[in-house]
């Protein structure tokens, strides 16, 4: 798996070290300089201002679906004038494990801190062995763990790598385990060096607020044999009961159905904008 040349600037991620983010950016860019963000936003905003080459953030979890805050700034980066030179270059696949983690002098969980996303995967296993315990929802992984070793009688839901980081125990590895559960992250940025071939295109589109517009667009990529893999609508702003879409489907440029997509699906939106055609590799 050759690695990107990174010289001018480092690559930021989502959350803070020993959040899953941190763990697929450290396998996917060993040699890397990498940058902690606290929120996805910040992320973004510092790439548009040139700190950082690429970032990685996260885009969907199994279990939980599509990270909306990472397609809301993707949604508006296509819309920016920076929107064809920061593109998604990679999508990364990485298997997750959830533990839940305490302070060497807890006895009792009362809260409990972590992403939403682990909370959607463990929800029945949590009501189950924690039904009293409070829930509480922060920005990532690693920051529930370091909230979490700051309080006696508070978890943190993360992954095993926050252990170590913040002097936590593992209470269990149990969590949603009966469920297999996986995060996929993009690179955005410049182009990578050694790029490999894309496998996967992502595109935004608005419609015109007429029946059947979003059907017109499915049938263009099902008469072309482009299989779906993911669809969002998010509200745009002003425009009530409108939609901006973000898809992905099997298939890139140069291949030929997917060139006749496109320019079809041009004619017959408002507005599209290609914002990666990548890979997609495990890490």
Known sequence: ?????????????FGRSGSFSHLAATRRFPKAELVECPTVEEAFARL?????SHILVPIENASSGMITNTADQLMRLAKSDAGDALQIREALVMPVQLA???RADTKTITKIYSHRAPFDHGRDW????????????????SEAAELAAKERGAAAIAGVQAVARHKLK????EVGSDIANQTTFIVIGAPLARPVKPTHTSLVFELPHVAGSLVAVLQVLSRRGLNLTKIL????????????????????????AVVDALAR?????????VIGSYPVRRV
Do not use: N, W
């Not at 548009?48 to 950082?52: I, S, V």
């Not at 593992?170 to 590895?173: A, D, E, M, S």
């Not at 699906?265 to 904008?273: E, V, Y």
């Open 1 to 13: 798996m050759a690695a990107p040349s990174l010289p001018a600037s480092p690559l930021g991620y």
């Open 48 to 52: 548009l201002r040139g700190d950082f």
């Open 100 to 102: 839940l983690m305490a």
């Open 126 to 141: 949590l009501q189950k062995h924690y039904p009293q315990a409070e829930q509480i929802i922060v920005e990532s992984t």
């Open 170 to 173: 593992i209470v269990t590895k």
């Open 233 to 256: 609508s998010r509200p745009i702003p002003g425009r009530f009961e409108e939609y901006r879409f973000m898809i992905e489907f099997h298939g890139a440029a140069p291949a030929k």
């Open 265 to 273: 699906l041009r004619k017959i939106t408002t507005f599209c904008a």
